[in-house]
C-alpha cells in the first residue's frame, strides 16, 4: 500500500481507503463487515471513513468496534455532520449547535476520543459559513477534531471557506470528498485545479461507480440478486447498454495489463495527483484484497488514451 499527503497537511493517507456507505451496519451482515474491515487493516489500508447519518449511528458503531481493536494512532478515522438525525428542526445542517452535539454522538458512537478527520457532508445554504466554520475550529482547538474537510461543495464554496479561515485565523479545510469516476468527471473542470492550486486534497467516492466499473453487471445478465443494484433498484440511468458496453472495452484493457477492470478504475482515478484516496466500500474482504492491490499501479500515456477513446465513443 502506497500513501499520500492530505491537502496541505502533514498527515498521510492510504491511496485506497474503506467506506461505510450503504453497507456497514446496514445491508451488509456484520460478520463479513467486521471480516472486511480487519483485511483493509491488514493490507495497510489505514483510512476508514464514515457518517453520522450511515443507517443513523450505526455504521459508526461498527466501526469503532472493530478498529478499536487496534492502537488508535495507526489509523485515520473520518466522519461527517450535515444529514438528517432527528425529527426537530436543529437535528440536520452546520449550525453550531448541530455540529457541536453531533461530533460527540459520533465520539460516543465510534468509542474514541477523537475523529481525524470531520467532513461537512454537504454545503449549508440556511447557515453562514463563518458560523459553521468556527464551530469547526472549536472542535479542533478542543482536541475532538484533528482537520476539517467538506464533501460535494463546490470550487466557489470552499475558496469562500478559505477566504473566511483566513480573515478569521480559523483552521481551514484540507479535503473535500466529491464523487469521481470514469463516468462522472465533473471535478476534472474546476474542482481539482482549485483544490491543486489552494491545498485541498480530493478524497473521492464512488470511484467504481457503485460496482459498475467491478464487471459484475453484464450484458444480456441479470442483474446479481445480492448485489447494491438489485437491492436499490438503480435502474437504467446507471446500469445501461453504452456504459456496460464500455465496461467491456476497459476489461479488455485491463486483461491485457494482467489486472482487474476495477483495478484499471481506481488507478484511473489515482493518475489525479490532487486525488490523494480513491473510497471504496466492500461487502466482502476478497473484495478489499482486489481494490488495495490498485495501489501504485501506475498507467502508461498509451493506455490512459485508450481508456479516453472508450469513454468518447
Known sequence: MQYRKLGRSG???SEISLGSWMTYGGYVENERAVRSIEQAYDLGIN???TANVYER???EKLIGQVLGRYPRESYVLATKVF???????????LSRKHITEQCHASLKRLGTDYVDLYYCHRYDPETPLDETLRALDDLVTQGKVLYIGVSEWTAAQMVEALGIAERYLLDRIIVNQPIYNLFN???EKEVIPTGTSKGISQVVFSP?????????????EAVPADSRAA????????????KLRQVEQLTA??????IQVSQLALAWVLRQENVASALVGASRPEQVTENAAASGITLSSEVLQRIEAVLEA
Open 47 to 49: 483510512f476508514f471513513d
Open 185 to 187: 468527471r465533473y471535478i
Open 11 to 13: 498527515l498521510k493517507v
Open 208 to 220: 467504481l461507480a457503485q460496482g459498475l466499473l467491478t464487471g459484475k453487471y453484464r450484458l444480456g
Open 83 to 93: 444529514g438528517i438525525m432527528g425529527d426537530g428542526p436543529n437535528d440536520r445542517g
Open 253 to 258: 484493457i485491463a486483461a491485457e495489463l494482467s
Open 231 to 242: 437491492s436499490k433498484n438503480w435502474g437504467e440511468e446507471r446500469i445501461n447498454e453504452k
Open 57 to 59: 449511528g450505526e455504521a
